[in-house]
C-alpha cells in the first residue's frame, strides 16, 4: 500500500485546514489509520487515529476537540479535519497505517505504512 499525504499548507492561529491521505495499491479498510507530527527539532508525536478493530477514533490530548480524522471509503482516503489550530500545530504532518492493538494505536513503531508528509505552517 502506497501513501499519499496532501493539503498542507501555512494558516493563521484560529484557522482550519484539512489534510487527506490517499492510498493508492490497497485499501484503507483492513488497517487502522493514523497522523503523526514532527515539529522541527523535536520528536515525531501520535495526533491521531481510527481503529480498524472497533471503528473508533483516538486523539492526543494536545488536538482533542479541534481535529477530527475521519474515512471516507469511497475515495479510499483518510481525512484530518484541523479547526482552531494554534502555532505549536507547526509540524509535517505523516499519515500511516498498520494494525497495532488498540492499547498501543499511538505507537508510530506499529504502524508499517507511511506517507510523505505535508508541511502544515500555523502563524500568530
Known amino acids: 500500500v502506497q501513501l499519499q499525504a496532501s493539503g498542507g499548507g501555512l494558516v493563521q492561529a484560529g484557522e482550519s485546514l484539512r489534510l487527506s491521505c490517499a492510498a493508492s495499491?490497497?485499501?484503507?479498510?483492513?488497517?487502522?489509520v493514523a497522523w503523526f507530527r514532527q515539529a522541527p527539532g523535536k520528536d515525531r508525536e501520535f495526533v491521531a487515529a481510527a481503529a480498524v478493530q472497533n471503528m473508533r477514533t483516538y486523539y492526543d490530548d494536545s488536538v482533542k476537540g479541534r481535529f477530527t480524522i475521519s474515512r471516507d471509503k469511497a475515495k479510499n482516503t483518510v481525512n484530518l479535519q484541523m479547526n482552531n489550530v494554534i502555532p505549536e500545530d507547526t509540524a509535517v504532518y505523516y499519515c500511516?497505517?498498520?494494525?497495532?492493538?488498540?492499547?498501543?494505536?499511538?505507537?508510530?513503531?506499529?504502524?508499517?505504512?507511511w506517507g510523505q508528509g505535508t508541511l502544515v505552517t500555523v502563524s500568530s
Open positions: 495499491g490497497g485499501t484503507f479498510s483492513s488497517y487502522s
Open positions: 500511516a497505517a498498520g494494525r497495532p492493538i488498540i492499547s498501543s494505536i499511538s505507537n508510530s513503531m506499529l504502524y508499517g505504512y
